[in-house]
């Protein structure tokens, strides 16, 4: 199997186990800068992460399956809002990051999901001096997320339900939003539990922030292709199933989540949840909205 790194639109993308036959490539979309799911590194010439090897594996699957010689992998790097054009219109087949499954993006971007690689929850990344230890304290703060994710509308009900009137912040990217704490710009960051924990860890001074706050949502993070696709969706989600099954997503939690992982070898000492751990036991593509 061959790799490549892709800047610009991709040829294949059709999203069709056909077609990636026909062509003899993958493409596969991620995040560049979503810790350890999928980001890259300095110099690197293809993303790292949690998400990129559950892909690759899959990968290599469908290589046998199709008997190919060769599947070139190439890699598209999309944010938050890029994502899901990028899927529909076929720029990628598979989008490997740590998107969240829901309706929303069922039913009105066609997108489809298969068997959650993590079960994620919403909190808070704040500066330890901020005083900021719940949700109930955002009362006049500034809060900010990335743009086109699910803690936008989130943070806009707890307010409006608490009447907490905080100034909500959007940014283009997570690596922003955590600058922007750190800047001393915003005073919370909401989203994913997991994406948090990574910041803070990377942080040159981790103990100068806390991840904060009781879950304010559950997200089950997945891979993302095209509801046009069913053959390709069976298809990942027979081999997402075979992975968790025989202990290789575990292993792989393990290697991203619970060791030194690069360019820093910072570990996030992030032990499973109880949420994933029952969700491997019992592995399916059926989540609750």
């Known amino acids: 199997m061959t790799t490549a790194a892709l800047t610009l639109p991709a040829k294949a993308g059709q999203g069709s186990l056909d077609s990636i036959r026909s062509s003899g490539e993958l493409v596969i979309g991620y995040r560049a800068d979503a810790v350890p799911f999928s980001y890259d590194l300095p110099g690197g010439k293809q993303p790292v992460g949690y998400a990129i090897e559950i892909c690759k594996q899959i990968a290599e699957a469908m290589k046998k399956e199709l008997k190919l010689k060769e599947l070139t992998l ?8 890029q994502r899901f054009p990028a899927v529909a219109e076929g720029q990628v087949d598979l989008e490997c990051a740590n998107t969240t499954n829901n309706r929303e993006r069922r039913d009105k971007l066609g997108m ?60 283009d990217d997570d690596q922003q939003c955590f600058n922007a704490v750190d800047k001393r710009q915003a005073d919370a960051y909401l989203m994913d539990d997991i994406l948090l924990y ?22 089950p993070l997945s891979l993302m292709m095209s509801k046009k696709d069913p053959a390709l969706k069976k298809f990942v989600d027979a081999e997402m199933g075979r992975l ?12 991203w989540f619970e060791s030194p992982i690069p360019p820093k070898n910072a570990n996030l000492n992030v032990p499973m949840n109880y949420l994933m751990r029952d969700s491997l036991k019992f592995p399916t593509d059926q989540v609750g909205d």
């Not at 190439?74 to 809002?81: C, F, H, L, M, N």
Request: charged share 30%; proline share 4%.
């Open 74 to 81: 190439r890699y598209k790097a999309v944010d938050s809002k």
């Open 112 to 171: 489809a999901f298969t068997i959650p690689h993590y079960i994620a929850g919403t909190r808070m990344l704040v500066r330890k001096d901020s005083k900021i230890e719940r949700v109930e304290d955002l009362g006049g703060k500034r809060v900010i997320t990335t743009k086109g994710t699910t803690s936008a509308p989130l943070i806009k009900s707890k307010s409006q339900d608490l009447g907490l009137k905080l100034t909500l912040l959007e940014c």
């Open 198 to 219: 990574s910041f803070r860890a990377s942080a040159p001074k981790p103990e100068d922030f806390a991840v904060v706050g009781k879950l304010l949502s559950i997200e």
């Open 244 to 255: 968790i099954r025989g202990g290789e997503v575990a292993k792989l939690y393990k290697q």
